[in-house]
């Protein structure tokens, strides 16, 4: 079997120095659909829209540190992992959480450590659980979970795991992801997506070909090249900032997703926000395909949640 479970397990933890600078901040917000001015009759750029491209007001979304220093947080590497061989067209993102322990610095070092922190059979397919911490001089800075989907690599009779990945550490937060409420969202907001959105986003590191080449994208079983899950996830985080915490970035505490569709470029985003006591449930659709479902199980717990004006 091309997975090893116990090997991948068992494997020593990997540790390495990062490093980003201004500029890298600055092209991963770009990647995620910062500067774009939502009025389209307005020939300028969005005063609030600096905060995420001008040097001197620059800030970080929490989501840059999906890919900062590296660009691939554990769907690649993790595939290079003692115990780990398969094949990259089989290969999806399932989710993704993110916790921030500080707020983070525009220009940074630090040390990343990974490792594979489970492993499980879900019958027909894997699913890798790949936990990278970072620490700067000053102590942790965040922690992510990729969850690494892999077709038609399951049934050893290994492990099921959760019924509901990916949230293991999002519970140990304080945090539970549920279906979004029964009742109308508080927030409604549409992003569209540029046709170059990917092809600009894998700038910062992800260079997945199935983002980029069309005969690779086929045969990963897709019609055409989509859009980077992180991508959509970023897009996503900067939403909930920019319309409930007051376009502070600073409050945000931790994230998870699950993605559950696929997203073209070209299309529009739906995402709706339902507000709760230091936590914002949130779902992704594509409005181009009847709202097929993008991101499910969005939540983000923050600080005090304010309406941005």
């Known amino acids: 079997m091309p997975i090893d479970a116990a090997l991948a397990l068992a494997a020593e933890p990997r540790s390495g120095e990062i490093s980003w ?41 929490p989501s840059f540190a999906t890919v900062a ?22 290969v999806l993102h399932g989710g993704q959480t993110i916790e921030i322990h500080r707020p983070l610095p525009v220009e940074g070092t630090a040390t990343a450590t990974s490792r594979i922190a489970a492993v499980y059979d879900k019958g027909k397919a894997a699913v890798l659980v790949m936990r990278t ?14 969850q690494i989907f892999v077709r038609g690599e399951g ?3 290994g492990d099921r795991g959760p019924s509901a990945l990916p949230h293991s550490r999002l519970r140990s937060s304080g945090g ?10 508080d927030k409604v907001v549409e992003r569209p997506i540029r046709e170059d ?17 069309p005969e690779f994208a086929k045969v990963a079983g897709f019609e055409r090249p989509i859009l980077h899950g992180l991508c959509t996830y970023g897009m996503t985080l900067k939403a909930v900032v920019d319309t409930l915490l007051g376009g502070d970035v600073g409050r945000v505490r931790s994230y998870t997703t699950r993605f559950a569709g696929v997203v073209y470029p070209g299309e529009t985003l739906r995402i709706r926000m339902w507000r709760g006591d230091g936590r914002v449930q949130v779902s992704v659709t594509a409005v ?7 991101l499910a199980d969005t939540l983000v717990l923050a600080d005090t949640l304010v309406e941005h004006s």
Request: overall charge negative; proline content about 11%; aromatic content about 4%.
């Open 21 to 61: 600078t201004p500029k890298d901040v600055q092209l991963y917000h770009l990647g995620v659909g910062a500067g774009a001015n939502p009025d389209k009759h307005s020939p300028a750029t969005d005063p609030d829209e600096l905060r995420y491209t001008l040097e001197s007001r620059l800030h970080v979304l």
């Open 69 to 90: 220093g590296a660009g691939s947080p554990g769907v690649i590497s993790g595939l290079s992992m003692p115990g780990v061989d398969v094949d990259l067209a089989r």
């Open 133 to 146: 911490e970072v620490t700067g001089a000053e102590g942790p800075l965040w922690t992510n979970d990729a």
């Open 155 to 157: 049934g050893w009779g």
């Open 176 to 185: 539970t992801p549920t279906d979004p409420p029964a009742g109308e969202p």
């Open 197 to 213: 959105q990917a092809l600009l986003y894998r700038l910062s590191g992800d260079r997945n070909p199935l983002h980029a080449d």
């Open 288 to 294: 181009d395909r009847d709202d097929a479902p993008v």
